[in-house]
């Protein structure tokens, strides 16, 4: 029998508060050793996430890898961004229905969802 979401969330949350970090990486063979699997699914990384967002932790996955861990209570003092500070020509962009998605996703350095079908 597999452990649950939960109880792997609670193991990776101990491991982390061990740590005494506020953030930190975990390797996918970290995860699927805890959760005895050898392929970890996307609904259980998704109950994952939920079962350490209540325990106050954020889990990221990686593009080069493994998962980001990130305590809640780190951000709690990140600064304000205000969309009216930086986004203010997109958001009347938006409103119009005129937004350029394309200079946005170039902006970003990625390729818009369209480009990839």
Known sequence: MYPSSKQ????????FKRS????ARVSEK?????ARRTTLRSAFTSDLRCWLED?????VQLDRGGFALVTI???EGA?????????KEE????ASGTLNEDTLFEELGI??????D
């Not at 390729?111 to 990839?116: A, N, V």
């Open 73 to 75: 209570a780190a951000l």
């Open 111 to 116: 390729t818009s969802e369209e480009d990839e």
């Open 20 to 23: 005494e970090k506020t953030r």
């Open 30 to 34: 970290t995860i699927k050793s805890l």
């Open 55 to 59: 325990f106050g932790i954020l889990l």
């Open 79 to 87: 600064p304000t961004i205000l969309a009216k500070n930086y986004v």
């Open 91 to 94: 958001r009347k962009a938006l």
């Open 8 to 15: 792997v969330a609670l193991i990776i949350a101990v491991l």
